[in-house]
């Protein structure tokens, strides 16, 4: 059994924290969690190809205290600084007529955002049963980081808020609900020295038959990490180094 859900979720609600050693039990309670994101999903009315942007990404901030602005988030308060990061699907994929109409251009701004569920005016999570899409402060919330965040990168792209024609957006407790991750996070096990490499979990686990994958485990978050904590757990699963084996193929 290869688990690839959340990490914590694994152990203590999958699994059942009694069939592992108090120690591993003790580590992973402990583990902090990444800041998870906060995204708007977009379709603007006119070609952003066409006005000259590239298919490169772009991060609008206004302030380098890096460290002030995570402690905010961190604490569940909105920073004083926020930053938004524009990624756009359709310039990226420009023959994927799925995405947007001609003329159009489908793009995405995102942010860090809190995790507590305080924040986002709900008392308990979609994992365990809480409802929160009707509720009147989680709305209120949502628009006001969506609109902040569009303020953010209107700096970058003048014009922005006119021309969007469609908008959807997607909360920490969004993720919650469709991964089940714990805080509402993509990215895992914080990435932080004391939680990084040889101190995050190995895909072969104290219970017989039990591997892990995912972003919490040894491999690292992002799809180059996941992908390559894939590799790891086949490896585990194997008892062999697969990477080393789809080389040999490829290179027949
Ligand atoms: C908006 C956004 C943009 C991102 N952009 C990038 C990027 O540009 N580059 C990059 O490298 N990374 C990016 N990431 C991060 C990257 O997507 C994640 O780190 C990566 O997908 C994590 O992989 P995972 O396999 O650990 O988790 P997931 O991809 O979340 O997969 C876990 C799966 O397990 C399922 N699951 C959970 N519980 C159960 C259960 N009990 N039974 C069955 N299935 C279950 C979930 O539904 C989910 O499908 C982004 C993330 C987000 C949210």
New binding site residues.
Partial sequence: MIS???LK?TVFD?VGSEHFPAEMVERVGGYTMSL??F?EYLILDRDLGAEGWSNG?VYVGSDDDVDGYYAQLEAGRWPDHPVAYM?FSSLKDPSNTRLCRPGQTNM?V?TAAPRSYEFWGIEAGPASGGRYRLGDKYRERRAQVGESILEVAERALPGLRDSIVFSEA?TPIT?ER????TGGT???IECTPDQFLFNRPSPATPVRGLFL????TMGA??????MG??VMAASAVAEANVQELVGHRLLG
């Fill in positions: 690839n859900a959340d979720r999958l998870p994101l995204v990404n990624t995405q995102m997607a993720h469709f991964t089940w991750s993509s990215y895992g994958a995912g972003a919490s978050h992002g799809i180059a990490g996941t904590g894939g």
